[in-house]
């Protein structure tokens, strides 16, 4: 319908546009026409599948960080069973209670230490031939009132029906967990010795939320009162116990002592000391989840990014097979405001359609997450949230709007003529402004699914980086070649010289299809390395052999005796590891002040002492990254580990000063490690040469593998020697294992997005092109070439496209594998020789499938039928 107007148009120029400005709702019917035209023609597929497929990946992961967000948020409380804590290496000072108390707050205490526990039905003897059997316990001493928030569960009995109690053991009782149980081969009702004193197991703890993932933790746990604490004899100077004070009460009240608590602590540099908020509720739980979340959010970035490239070639496809209708329609007198508005409801319509379907195929993704990554934690979660999916709708929208309307918009822009001659101009520059501010809203999207600035930031720069230089690569690689080719230094027959001719000829879209298809390959290789070497390097960080018992204070006399038993018992070969306090007093001269250190953990580390050590050979699971190894020196020399060295701000040729025994110890650095904390091996931060500390008092400690069954060979040896602490990490080796592979499990779910985006990526790169091939070659054929002429250049293209793109896929696939492995996973791999070869037969392979499934019909029929076509 024209649009109203208070009197007749006054020129035949002002008529005609007056026609065609048609209303909103002529403009929408006429849009749903176009999109059924379209999607009729198959024109809208490629773009629609690899939409939904970006809106997929992104709010699966989206809808699994919600949840997890919510549910942390929910049980906060419940996950330091309180409200607020103060923590401290000591007894937390009585001002802390009494100022809750005068806020009208509740309070309760815990004091986490470990301890060796003691079977005494074994000891007594009453089961003939056994042996004694005694277990490192993670004990938990509570006071009256915990837990504040959330509520324990226990059993009477293994397998019994469960119970919640809000309160703490009977006096004389404590209570255990199955593990605790199971290692000491008792039952509930049964005697034990804690310290100086015997208790009754009187229920096993089926659920402790609070309990967290701090390395003491992973031995079996024993409750018990904190007023019977005393009496186990345990606690006394030097005692390595953790104590809490727990705070619950009104939000305002709480908000209160807690900044009267962050001015006495940070204002008042009370040392030992840290507090706990809601917000950091089960730091581990969040650090592990954290974790997995950003692995997998990265996974989704890369599905979305392949998703943009794929849009962005189909999109390039579609303006150029509606270059006619446009100008047809530019030549009818349709207004730029028209056709924009027809492209811009077109897709925004296809970008809300795509994007439900997308979060629909999402939602049922992190359901499948969940099922791989919900048991990290013991609490159900809620629902998630709608703002996941409006997300979701929103990625389609910006990859539609940023990367398929570009190519469209120089199309409203210029004269009708132009348009059907093709002379773009300067009209062109219309179409890089809107990929600026489409790639623009794009790195805003990642940043936004990442959930970080840091890693946003480096996938969308990381991703840009790598299009630019394959794309200069590229250009340069068909420059180079072309050149050579005319200049006849390389004898090659007519199908190579044409090919690379074709090639250079329209180097822009060459140069494109090559970049999209080495990213569409390199992914794919990654995906396969990811599979293979990072995966199996994962695993391979913590084998199945790794250590799983460290036996500590080994007294110097003791340590051919103790070798001596264990080889006798099946373990030869132990090494023993020296092991010398020392505290860290001065860096280069200067005072260690920790008041200096921002960092909480620089600050916890120069407060307390330092575990080390001597030898002369470099671990086997050590490598130096700076400096060089000491060797056999005899002068004191220091070799400190990578990431303490980072935290204090130590570099080659520094030298610090450690009190040992009140003597002090000054030695340069002259090495950096790097450890393999995974291996699960004895190391240390700080180790020097014999000469160096070897004349000072040291205790020594070793780790080694027990089999499940061969654990009655540690009781004996404890029995044997009582002062000996023998610490169980079969738990922790446990629930790394899990953890492992579960993330693996959920990476390689995601995967399957990111390889169908891939293989969508790699269609689309190929079809590009493929009008220009169809007219090129029937233009050959018409002018006289054979068949067999114009199938050689047809292979021979392919061949240098695919050689091309592999080679660069491989090379990037491999640099970006390294950097997960060392940044990400924390482990090496090797450099795969195969992968390059590889690399280049996937993309020779890939190009000339492509090329034969898109060409094949044009050998088939008559010339002029194929230009028409064309």
């Not at 209708?325 to 028209?338: H, I, N, Y």
């Not at 990381?462 to 230094?489: D, N, T």
């Not at 009190?659 to 931060?685: E, M």
């Not at 995967?751 to 220009?772: C, K, M, P, Q, S």
Request: hydrophobic letters at 50%; one cysteine or more; charged letters at 20%.
């Amino acid at each position: 319908m024209p649009e109203l107007r208070s009197g007749p148009p006054h020129s035949p120029h002002e008529r005609r546009a007056s026609a065609h400005r048609l209303s909103l709702g002529h403009l929408l019917q006429q849009s749903l026409r176009m999109t059924a035209r379209d999607w009729r023609a198959g024109e809208l597929t490629m773009l629609l599948l690899a939409l939904v497929l970006a809106v997929a990946a992104l709010s699966s992961v989206g809808f699994l960080a919600d949840r997890l967000h919510q549910g942390l948020e929910r049980d906060a409380r419940q996950m330091i069973a309180a409200d607020f804590i103060v923590r401290a290496d000591h007894s937390v000072d009585p001002q802390f209670a009494d100022k809750a108390h005068a806020l009208g707050l509740d309070t309760a205490t815990t004091a986490i230490f470990p301890s060796m526990v003691n079977s005494v039905a074994a000891q007594t003897g009453s089961q003939p031939g056994s042996q004694p059997v005694s277990r490192l316990a993670a004990v938990k001493a509570v006071s009256a009132g915990y837990p504040l928030r959330g509520a324990l569960k226990i059993a009477l009995a293994p397998g019994g029906p469960e119970r919640e109690v809000r309160g703490i053991p009977p006096p004389g009782d404590v209570w255990v967990d199955q593990q605790m149980l199971d290692a000491l081969k008792a039952r509930i009702g049964d005697k034990v010795k804690v310290g100086g004193r015997d208790f009754t197991i009187g229920a096993l703890i089926t659920r402790e939320l609070d309990r967290g993932f701090a390395f003491v933790n992973f031995s079996p746990r024993l409750m018990m009162r904190a007023d019977e604490l005393a009496s186990t004899g345990l606690v006394g100077y030097g005692s390595r116990v953790t104590y809490r004070l727990l705070v619950s009460g009104s939000d305002a009240s709480v908000a209160a002592f807690a900044k009267w608590a962050h001015e006495r602590v940070d204002n008042g540099k009370m040392r030992g000391y840290a507090l706990e908020s809601l917000q950091d509720g089960q730091p581990q739980v969040r650090q592990t989840l954290d974790r997995a979340s950003h692995f997998l959010t990265l996974v989704s970035l890369l599905t979305a990014l392949l998703a943009a490239v794929a849009i962005a070639m189909a999109a390039h496809r579609y303006m150029r097979r509606h270059l006619d209708s446009c100008a047809a329609m530019r030549c009818l007198g349709a207004s730029q405001r028209t056709l924009r508005a027809l492209f811009v409801f077109e897709f925004a319509g296809l970008g809300l359609l795509g994007g439900a379907a997308g979060v629909v195929l999402g939602f049922g993704g992190h359901l499948a997450l969940f099922w791989w990554l919900g048991s990290l934690i013991d609490v159900n979660l809620p629902y998630p949230s709608v703002w996941p999916a409006l997300e979701g709708i929103a990625a389609g929208l910006v990859l539609l709007i940023g990367f398929a309307l570009p190519p469209l918009l120089p199309l409203t822009h210029v004269p009708p003529v132009r348009v059907l001659r093709r002379e773009w101009g300067d009209e062109g520059r219309t179409a890089w402004a809107a990929y600026a501010l489409g790639v623009a809203l794009f790195a805003g999207l990642l940043i936004l699914a990442a959930g970080e600035l840091k890693i946003g930031g480096i996938v969308a720069g990381g991703f840009a980086g790598g299009l630019l230089l394959f794309a200069l690569l590229a250009r340069l690689a068909l420059w180079s070649s072309a050149r050579i080719v005319r200049s006849e230094r390389l004898a090659v027959g007519i199908g190579w010289r044409y090919a690379l001719a074709s090639l250079e000829r329209r180097a822009n879209a060459s140069a494109l299809q090559i970049t999209a298809l080495a990213i569409g390959l390199m992914c794919l290789l990654l995906i396969a390395m990811t599979r293979n070497d990072l995966i199996e390097g994962w695993h391979r960080s913590t084998p199945p052999d790794a250590p799983n018992e460290f036996i500590i204070d080994i007294q110097p006399d003791q340590r051919d005796l103790v070798t001596q038993y264990l080889g006798a018992h099946g373990f030869p070969g132990i090494e023993l590891a020296p092991m010398v306090r020392g505290r860290l007093t001065a860096i280069n001269g200067k005072p260690v002040n920790p008041d200096e250190f921002k960092s909480e953990d620089a600050r916890r580390l120069v407060d307390r002492e330092f575990n080390l050590s001597y030898t002369t050979q470099l671990p086997d699971d050590n490598r130096i990254v700076s400096g060089d190894w000491y060797g056999g020196a005899t002068k004191p020399q220091i070799s400190i580990e990578q990431g303490l060295a980072k935290l204090l701000k130590v570099k080659v040729g520094d030298t610090m000063r450690f009190d040992v025994t009140g003597l002090t110890v000054d030695a340069p650095v002259t090495s950096i490690r790097k450890l393999d904390w995974g291996s699960f091996k004895v190391n240390f931060f700080v180790v020097m040469p014999p000469a160096a500390l070897q004349d000072y008092p040291a205790t020594f400690i070793t780790s080694f593998h027990v089999p499940p069954e061969r654990r009655t060979v540690i009781d004996g040896l404890i029995g044997q020697y009582p002062n000996l602490t023998a610490i169980d990490t079969a738990p922790i080796l446990a629930q790394v294992q899990r953890v492992i592979d579960q993330v693996i499990g959920a990476v390689q779910f995601l995967f399957a997005f990111t390889l169908i985006a891939g293989v969508l990526v790699l269609y689309a790169a190929l079809a590009g092109t493929r009008d220009e091939r169809m007219r090129e070659s029937a233009l050959l054929r018409a002018l006289g070439a054979s068949h067999r002429q114009v199938r050689a250049v047809q292979v021979a293209e392919f061949v240098a496209v695919g050689a091309l793109a592999g080679l660069m896929a491989a090379v990037g696939s491999q640099v970006i594998g390294f950097v997960l492995a060392s940044r990400v996973f924390d482990f090496s791999i090797d450099f795969n020789p195969w992968l390059i070869p590889a690399g280049v037969a996937a993309g020779v392979a890939c190009a000339a499938v492509g090329g034969w499934l898109s060409l094949r019909h044009v050998l088939m029929r008559p010339a002029l039928q194929s230009l028409r076509d064309a």
